[in-house]
Structures are given as C-alpha cells and as structure tokens.
C-alpha cells in the first residue's frame, strides 16, 4: 500500500481502496486511448455524407460489431443509448407502447431506472404486479409464473442484483412466457464482464447493459433487441439508430464502448480472480462477529459482499469509511443521499432498521490479496468507531 505524503515526504493519510466498483469504473487506458482521436481530430458526424462523416461512421459500426460480438448478438440487435437507464425506458415503454394498457410483471428488487420506468408505465394506463424477493434474493419462478394474465406483455426481473449481486436464472423459465407471448426485458448491467451475457444465456428479448461498468465512458449503454422484437421510438430525431433513438450518436463514448466490451469478453479469468478477493474480504469482514451477509444463500455475481452489521448506524459508517479511505456504499450509487431504506432489502423481507445498518462493498479486479487484507483492517476501525460514537450519544 501507498500513503500520500506532505511536502516533508511525511505519510498523511492511507491511498484509496476503491470497493464501490459497482457503482462505476474508471476507464481503462486502452478505452482512452481509443476514445482521444474522436475528440480532437476526428470531429465528423456519423450521419454526415462527407469523408469526415463517413469515418465516424465506420468507427461507430465497428464499435457496434465489437459491443455485439460481446453480447453473442449480431451488429443490427444493438442500439446504442446514453446509457443503461434511456435503454430500459426505450424497452419498456417502447413495447408497452404497442400494447396500450397491457399488463407488466415486474421484480420489486430491480434497480431504480427500472423501477422508474415501470411507474411511468403505470401512470399511462399499464396495470403492474409487483413480485418481491425470497429471502435470500432470488425470484422464485413460480410467483413469477403465478403473476401473468392473460394481457402480460412484459416481464422485467434484473439477471444479477445491483446491491446484492444475487443472481436470477430466467432460462429455465423462457419456454414459458415465450409460449404466452409475453416478453422478457433483463437488465444485464452488473453481469456484463463478470459473467457470459447474451440473450439466450439470459432468457431475455431485451437485453440492457452500461459502458461505465466495464472501464468504458460514462454516457454510453446499450440495448439488445431479439430478431422480430420491436420497439416504438422514445426519442424521434434524425432517424439514428434505425429510427429508434433519434439523436446525434457521441461517437467518442460509443468508440470507448467498443474497446471496453472487447476487454469485458476476458470475464472468466476476472470473475475467478474478483471472486476470490471478496471471498477473503467477506471471510475477514464477519470475521468481526456480528456481520450477516444478504445473499449470501444464494448464487452471486462475483463482486459483490451486501452486509448488515449489528449495532451501526449505515450512513455514518460510510462517513468513518470515508475517513478510512475506503470507497463503499449503502446500496446503490443512484440513491446517494437517500435516508429512506434499501427498496432491495424490503423486498427481500429485510427490515428498515436492518437496511439502515448495511453498506456494500463491490470490487475490481484492480485489487490484489494484499489491499483486501489493509481494507478488512480498516473496515474493522470504522466499525469500531462507529459503535463507540453510536454508544456516546
């Protein structure tokens, strides 16, 4: 580990440990690289006919053909989007769209762009069936099953938990809701690059995913669409995206997007290395006694280590985290500043008090045996201090 330093070369203050990795990354030095040319002299619009016009457009196709090659989809599946949240709206009340006051079957765990989305829907005439979590997080396929009616047009249940990272296996259940005509939208965010994703692995027609997970830029996401699946325009423009996100394309964060997805293919030897790493931080976390871990009965992606600690209080936790240096969070990064208690944990059947007391910790493959080790030190101080500043008042 290094310390920063002063001016007189004396150790201040521990360097970051980033745990927060679901929340975002970093871009990769390769994912920038790719990206610079775009931003200083390859200025072109891809829609322009002009020479300048048609290289951006052959930068954004062939970043279309790397992100679908990484999602086992063929180029003409993906549309690019501003990100994971426009790519649910678009699936969602794009096929809601066709089917004017149809039914929707929706996860209560599922994270909250698609929560949001959903509610939208509700406003505009859709009725919804809300179904929560067994305890240990998962879905269980027969409540789900149990839900449609006979107008369901869609079914909404994210593949691995953004707070949690407990995994849904939706396969199983694809014959099902296929033979009933309804369609399956998974929200494959925090699997992209930790796990094989693609539409049948999933058992999805919809398949949603995010560069910034996967050391791409910020503002670029992606929608996989099913051959024959079709979706009705959120956002009319100029005709990009074959008409179905109208919008000059940002051909710098699709062009990162590309190079990430490649890198995101290497998820094996990643989800093997990370999940040993939280393993050894979920081992010396509860090692302190009084930790219980969500999900932890179930099949989880693998960066994820959700804990309710006994006798904290979450958010000043995170503050002494914060005076640790370590990087956590109370859930996910969209609720930031949010006092009310974790949506995923109600629907687990946690209680308020127990949301209150959790953080997550979510990790890269950035990380080695030796920082996990100083991280699970520190954890322990802020724990402490919590506890005994909790005790005081």
């Given at each position: 580990m290094t310390r920063e330093r002063d001016a007189a070369g004396?150790?201040?203050?521990?360097?970051?440990?980033?745990?927060?990795r679901a929340a975002t990354t970093p871009v990769h030095p390769d994912v920038l690289e790719a990206m610079l040319p775009w931003f200083r002299d390859r200025a072109g619009n891809p829609s322009s006919l002009h020479a300048a016009g048609r290289e951006a457009r052959r930068a954004v196709e062939d970043a279309r053909e790397r992100v679908a090659a990484a999602l086992e989809a063929t180029a003409r599946q993906v549309?690019?989007?501003?990100?994971?949240?426009?790519?649910?709206?678009?699936?969602?009340?794009?096929?809601?769209?066709?089917?004017?006051?149809?039914?929707?079957v929706a996860s209560a765990a599922e994270h909250a762009a698609l929560l949001e989305a959903v509610r939208t829907a509700a406003r505009l005439g859709h009725p919804v069936t809300w179904v929560p979590s067994g305890p240990d997080g998962r879905i269980d396929h027969d409540e789900l099953a149990a839900a449609l009616q006979d107008d369901t047009a869609l079914l909404a249940v994210m593949r691995t938990n953004n707070e949690t990272?407990?995994?849904?296996?939706?396969?199983?259940?694809?014959?099902?809701?296929?033979?009933?005509?309804?369609?399956?939208?998974?929200?494959?965010?925090?699997?992209?690059?930790?796990?094989?994703?693609g539409l049948e692995h999933c058992g999805a027609d919809l398949l949603v995913v995010s560069s910034h997970k996967v050391e791409g830029p910020k503002g670029s996401g992606a929608l996989v669409l099913r051959d024959g699946v079709v979706v009705?325009?959120?956002?009319?423009?100029?005709?990009?995206?074959?008409?179905?996100?109208?919008?000059?394309?940002?051909?710098?964060?699709?062009?990162?997007?590309?190079r990430a997805a490649v890198r995101a293919t290497a998820w094996q030897e990643r989800a093997a290395r990370v999940?040993?790493?939280?393993?050894?931080?979920?081992?010396?976390?509860?090692?302190?006694?009084?930790?219980?871990?969500?999900?932890?009965?179930?099949?989880?992606?693998?960066?994820?280590?959700?804990?309710?600690?006994?006798?904290?209080?979450?958010?000043?936790?995170?503050?002494?985290?914060?005076?640790?240096?370590?990087?956590?969070?109370?859930?996910?990064?969209?609720?930031?500043?949010?006092?009310?208690?974790?949506?995923?944990?109600?629907?687990?059947?946690?209680?308020?008090?127990?949301?209150?007391?959790?953080?997550?910790?979510?990790?890269?493959?950035?990380?080695?045996?030796t920082v996990i080790d100083e991280a699970v030190l520190r954890v322990r101080r802020a724990v402490l201090r919590t506890r005994g500043v909790e005790g005081a008042t």
């Amino acid at each position: 580990m290094t310390r920063e330093r002063d001016a007189a070369g004396r150790s201040t203050r521990a360097a970051i440990i980033d745990v927060d990795r679901a929340a975002t990354t970093p871009v990769h030095p390769d994912v920038l690289e790719a990206m610079l040319p775009w931003f200083r002299d390859r200025a072109g619009n891809p829609s322009s006919l002009h020479a300048a016009g048609r290289e951006a457009r052959r930068a954004v196709e062939d970043a279309r053909e790397r992100v679908a090659a990484a999602l086992e989809a063929t180029a003409r599946q993906v549309v690019f989007t501003s990100g994971a949240t426009e790519a649910l709206h678009l699936a969602l009340l794009g096929s809601l769209a066709l089917r004017p006051g149809a039914h929707i079957v929706a996860s209560a765990a599922e994270h909250a762009a698609l929560l949001e989305a959903v509610r939208t829907a509700a406003r505009l005439g859709h009725p919804v069936t809300w179904v929560p979590s067994g305890p240990d997080g998962r879905i269980d396929h027969d409540e789900l099953a149990a839900a449609l009616q006979d107008d369901t047009a869609l079914l909404a249940v994210m593949r691995t938990n953004n707070e949690t990272g407990v995994q849904n296996d939706l396969a199983p259940l694809r014959a099902h809701v296929e033979a009933r005509g309804v369609r399956v939208l998974v929200d494959a965010v925090q699997s992209f690059g930790h796990e094989r994703v693609g539409l049948e692995h999933c058992g999805a027609d919809l398949l949603v995913v995010s560069s910034h997970k996967v050391e791409g830029p910020k503002g670029s996401g992606a929608l996989v669409l099913r051959d024959g699946v079709v979706v009705e325009p959120q956002q009319r423009g100029g005709g990009q995206e074959r008409g179905l996100r109208g919008g000059t394309v940002d051909v710098p964060a699709v062009v990162g997007f590309g190079r990430a997805a490649v890198r995101a293919t290497a998820w094996q030897e990643r989800a093997a290395r990370v999940s040993a790493l939280r393993d050894r931080l979920e081992r010396g976390v509860c090692a302190m006694g009084g930790v219980t871990v969500h999900g932890s009965g179930a099949p989880r992606g693998p960066k994820h280590v959700h804990v309710h600690v006994e006798g904290i209080d979450g958010e000043t936790l995170l503050i002494n985290l914060d005076r640790e240096g370590v990087l956590a969070s109370a859930g996910s990064a969209c609720a930031a500043g949010s006092l009310e208690p974790s949506h995923v944990l109600l629907a687990m059947g946690r209680s308020a008090a127990v949301s209150r007391a959790s953080v997550r910790f979510s990790l890269g493959d950035h990380l080695d045996e030796t920082v996990i080790d100083e991280a699970v030190l520190r954890v322990r101080r802020a724990v402490l201090r919590t506890r005994g500043v909790e005790g005081a008042t």
